[in-house]
């Protein structure tokens, strides 16, 4: 009987030893798969983190509006032209720069220079001295000059004085208008650099 014990014995105890084997390398996938997730989830913090300081050092650079930033302006070359006077040949020559709200806009207006030239050139064409002489007449210029600048690039812009000095010669009693959609004006103001009348 010794020997039939003996032998009985032996499977029991490799049983045992397989279900021991077994349940450690349950634990060790376990604790694998458990350390495996927190390793990803410790990357994840990192790559947020990077993430949000490239946000906060991107964010001023890609304002436009930046108030501290240099003024962009854009030089046109002088305009000389024939004013409209009837009674004497009389002439100017105007220099304008224009002031815009960036860099990138000062590329897109000199690629449409030509179309630019051509509608200030037609502007200034239908002045008359005494026009230009007085100062309401070189701030209407200016407001003109600003329509007539972004007009290439398919921007219409309404002048609420002239419009406002008509509706009052039209009608004494002032209209309640719609306000329109206000129009992006890349062009901030318009500088005369030279304002010559001969």
Do not use: C
Not at 112 to 128: D, E, F
Not at 163 to 177: G, I, L, T
């Amino acid at each position: 009987m010794s020997a039939a014990a003996a032998t009985a014995e032996a499977p029991k105890t490799g049983k045992k030893k397989l279900i021991l084997i077994a349940a450690v390398v349950a634990l060790l996938l376990a604790a694998a798969a458990v350390a495996g997730v927190l390793w990803m989830r410790k990357n994840a913090q990192i790559d947020e983190e990077i993430d949000t300081e490239e946000e906060v050092v991107e964010a001023p650079a890609k304002s436009k509006k930046d108030k501290s930033a240099p003024p962009v302006f854009l030089s046109l070359e002088p305009f000389t032209v024939n004013l409209a006077d009837k009674n004497a040949e009389r002439y100017a020559q105007i220099g304008v720069t224009l002031e815009v709200d960036s860099p990138e806009m000062a590329d897109k207006l000199k690629s449409y220079m030509p179309a630019i030239r051509n509608n200030v050139l037609m502007v200034l064409a239908h002045k008359t001295s005494d026009e230009l002489l007085e100062r309401a007449g070189k701030e209407k210029l200016a407001r003109e000059i600003m329509r007539a600048s972004v007009r290439p690039l398919g921007i219409e812009l309404e002048d609420e004085q002239d419009q406002e000095a008509a509706s009052d010669d039209e009608n004494p009693q002032p209209k309640k208008r719609k306000k329109k959609k206000e129009e992006y004006n890349p062009v901030r103001q318009v500088l005369f650099s030279s304002f010559i009348i001969q």
